[in-house]
Structure formats: C-alpha cells, structure tokens
C-alpha cells in the first residue's frame, strides 16, 4: 500500500455554504478513509468572523459538535495574516476554503497561493475584482504550482466555469453567453411574475429569497445588480475579454431610489414594503404586452459588450418559464452553432452550492503532487 499523504483542510466561514460543506467534507474524508485511500484529510481550522477554532500541532478537529464547538472557543481569534502564517507552517499540503464573501480574505488569495496553499472558494469577490488582483492570483498560482478552483462563484454547483474553461481550452470560440445568472433573482421574478397565476408581493418574496438561504449575506447586493455583473465579469475574463470590474458595463439596480442610502440590511428589508408598487408596475408593463418580466445577463464577446437588466419575455420562452431559483445559461460558440450548450438547474442554496466546493477541492487532491 503506498504511504498515507496527509492534507490539511482550513475553512474560513462556517455560514448557510459553510455548514453544507464541512458536512460534505466529513463525508469526503470518511469515505477516503473506507476506501483505504493514500489520501487522509485533517481539517485543522474553522473560523467565523469573530470565532476560530484550530489545532496548533496540525491533528484533525473533529467533526461532532463542530458548530458548538466554534461558537464556544476560547481560542485567540486569529487574523487572516496570522491564519496564513499558521497554514504555512503546516508540515504537509493545505487546501484553504473560503466560504465567506469578504473583499479582504480575497485580497489575500496571492499571498495564499504564493506559500504554496491551495485555494477552493464559492467567493466571487476575487475574480470579480480589480483586474489585477485576477492576474496576481493566477500568476502566483502558476509560481508555486498551488491550485486554485471556484466553480461556485458562478451557479452554485452547476458546471458553468469547468464547462467554459474546456471550451476555450479546447480552441472552440465562445461568441456570446446569455442567461439568467441569479438564483435570487430567478426565484424572486418567478414567484413575484409567474407565467401562470398572480404572483406574491415583491417585499414578501425578498424575505423568502433570504430565509431560503439564495440571497447574498446583504440582499442589496443581489437586488442591486451586483452579483450578477460579477459573475458575468468573471465569464467575460474566461472568455478572454479584459473586463476591468462588475461596474465598468451596463448594470440595473432593482433597489429604490428612495432606498440608495440607507445603512443597514436590516432596515432596507424592513423599509422594503414600502416601495413594492414601483415593481408592480413593472410587472404589469410587461403583462400588458403579454409578456413577464425577467432579471438577465449577457456577454457579446466579438462585441465587447456586458449587460445586466430586466428584459421582457413571452410566456413561453425558456427563460420565462425557469422554476424555484433555477439558472440557465447559454453557451453560443463556434462549434456548438445556432444550438447553444445550456446549463440548467438550481443557481442558489447551501447544498448545492457546497457541492461545488466540495468538487473542487477532489480536483485539487487529485492534482496535488
Ligand atoms: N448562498 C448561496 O446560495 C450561494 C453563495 N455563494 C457564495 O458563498 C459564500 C458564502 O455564502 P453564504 O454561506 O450564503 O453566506 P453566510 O452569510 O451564510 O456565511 C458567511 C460566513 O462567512 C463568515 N465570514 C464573513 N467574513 C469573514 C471573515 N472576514 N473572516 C472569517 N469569517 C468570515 C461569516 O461569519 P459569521 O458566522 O460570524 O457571520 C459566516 O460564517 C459567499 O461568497 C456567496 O457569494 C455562491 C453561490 C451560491
Ligand atoms: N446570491 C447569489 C448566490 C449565488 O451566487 C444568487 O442568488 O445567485
Ligand atoms: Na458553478
């Protein structure tokens, strides 16, 4: 049997994904165990915001309790330098997981990378951001021979980014990508304007999208148009378009004037209800054309062009006729003709969106030499 290689798993965010994922991970790591795998998992640090909870000598938490056990740490919190630090000590391989949404545990990705840590991430904040950070994380990447994977940073756990990717590497010429990209916002327009029946209130369906775990942590950044236009930006760069941030193009915000400047997400939900007539009206705009209303996306490569907006659609169009928080995505390419390769199914939610987390961090194990 060959020797027992051990890789040490840091997770960094333990929230609606985060959850999802240690229980994947678990499984995972049981199941390499049962299979007497050369591979043998330790998870060694799991932190929140205010909470981390790690193993100084690198021996494996364990998982019973995991949740408890963070909330009661009596740990010094430790700071994302002093996370790095201790991941680069390790005496073996690590692959961190980052499922918050922070801008800053995102800056650090080059640093990561650089001392040789892995990195699997639903975050889209990396690759959306400045351009820069994008090559950096890549280069160092390619530098210390790292991994870096984010299939859930676009449509949870369906295979848009591994679908693109072999697209391109392949040599085929991706000429447009279109689709509804917002497990949000395709749960909201199909609750609120269903092809069939009357539909809820826009505020009331907001609150279900966050309860049900699809929304972003603040639910301004799905309803602002945000969200989507980084995953378009992150598309749009695999392409090969050098998009320099999710606002350089056209984005619609769904957020009330009257609503731009308030502090909290908190008060804009509770303040939401007050502005529900303004998308009704856009909502009944649509029905008297016979149509729905629908929150999408599209990038134009030969063109150059991103966009991100409401569009009016025929009842029976497939877009309009998607259901819960299903995405879909269309892939025109040179190859593939007038028929698009599409990706469909469910573009929000702990489990599936864990899922993807999880697949990559396989991609990675099985690439780590
Ligand atoms: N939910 C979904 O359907 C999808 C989510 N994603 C992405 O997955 C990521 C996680 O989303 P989700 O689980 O829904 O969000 P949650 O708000 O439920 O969880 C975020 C977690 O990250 C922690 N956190 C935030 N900032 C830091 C920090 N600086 N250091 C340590 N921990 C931190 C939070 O800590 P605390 O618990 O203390 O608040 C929380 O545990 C996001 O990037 C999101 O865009 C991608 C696709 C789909
Ligand atoms: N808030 C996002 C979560 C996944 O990226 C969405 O609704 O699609
Ligand atoms: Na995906």
Redesign the pocket.
Known sequence: MPPVKDVYIAV???????KCFLSQLETLSNRLTKNTSSLKLSLVLV?????TLYSPQYTALPYSNLASSLDSSTQEPLSLPKIIEYLAAAPAKVVLVD????Q??ADAYPQVLEKGISIVT???KAFSGSYKLWQDIFSAASTSGAKVYHE??VG?GLPVISTLKELVDTGDEVTRIEGVFS?TMSFLFNSFAPTEGKGGKWSEEVKKAKDL??T??DPRDDLNGLDVARKLTILARLAGLQVESPTSFPVQSLIPKELESVGSGEEFMQRLHEFDGQMEDVKVQAEKEGKVVRFVGSIDVGKKEVKVGLEKFDRSHPIAALKGSDNIISFYTKRYGANPLIIQGAG???EV?AMGVTGDLIKVLERLS
């Open positions: 960094i965010g333990a929230g609606g994904v985060g932190s929140r915001s205010k909470k499922n918050t949404s922070s800053d545990v639903p975050n889209k859930s940073s949870a497990g775990g699809y972003e942590p929000a939610g702990g969106t």
